[in-house]
């Protein structure tokens, strides 16, 4: 099974300052046959269910705003808020969807400082 | 618009058994899987399991921790999943969250969820 770790549990970062968030998974998860990271991050705020932001590990939601990015292969991965906004306080998650079961990291909490 | 809402969630006793449903509106429920995904209070997402189309001969897998007691079925006919726990634990207490995978398999659709309370 494909364990995954998330770094750092929690941070503040000033408004409009830059956030990032780590991702590893314990194998990788990019698939040789399409060259793809079989990897997505979410953001969930309180009461609500996860929202979808990133897949393919860089590839941006519809209607998710351009400050959030994905990147990394294989398997290390990095979500950066390029200018952190109030409405992004969350928990962020990442998963990877390579192989059954699917696992989730165990979330990055993103506060203001 | 894609909607999906759980129901069935309560209160029942260490042991006991309760049976969760996932209504499905808006897109072609035949033709997606379903999983289950959960979350215990104030704690991380913990995937429960998934029920894939008849067309992938409705194949189910579970979570190590769920497994032989949680069941996934669904009724295409009615467009909704169903997840039946038996054997329920205290550690089985959270929220419940159907979703929808896309083909590829991320979520780009869950529903509200419904809270589990397993407790005497």
């Known amino acids: 099974d494909i364990v995954m770790t998330q770094s750092p549990d929690s941070l503040a970062v000033s408004l409009g300052e830059r956030a990032t968030i780590n991702c590893k998974s314990s194998q990788s998860v990019l698939y040789s046959s399409n060259n793809k990271n079989y990897l997505a991050w979410y953001q969930q705020k309180p009461g609500q269910p996860p929202k979808l932001l990133i897949y393919w590990a860089s590839t941006r939601e519809s209607g998710v705003p351009d400050r959030f990015s994905g990147s990394g292969s294989g398997t290390d991965f990095t979500l950066t808020i390029s200018s952190l906004q109030a409405e992004d306080v969350a928990v962020y998650y990442c998963?990877?969807?390579?192989?059954?079961?699917?696992?989730f990291g165990p979330g990055t909490k993103v506060d203001i400082k | 618009e894609v909607q999906l809402v759980e129901s069935g969630g309560g209160l029942v006793q260490p042991g006991g058994s309760l049976k969760l449903s996932c209504a499905a509106s808006g897109f072609t429920f035949s033709g997606s899987a379903m999983h289950w995904v959960r979350q215990a209070s104030g704690k991380g997402l913990e995937w429960v399991g998934r029920?894939?189309?008849?067309?992938?001969?409705?194949?189910?897998a579970y979570a190590a921790s769920v497994k032989g007691r949680f069941t996934i079925s669904r009724d295409d006919s009615k467009n909704t999943a169903y997840l039946q726990m038996n054997s329920l634990k205290t550690e089985d207490t959270a929220v419940y969250y159907c979703?929808?995978?896309?083909?590829?398999?991320?979520?780009?659709?869950w529903g509200q969820g419904t809270l589990v309370t397993v407790s005497s």
């Open positions: 998963q990877q969807y390579y192989s059954t079961p699917l696992a």
């Open positions: 979703t929808r995978p896309t083909q590829s398999g991320w979520y780009n659709y």
């Open positions: 029920i894939r189309s008849k067309a992938n001969s409705y194949a189910t």
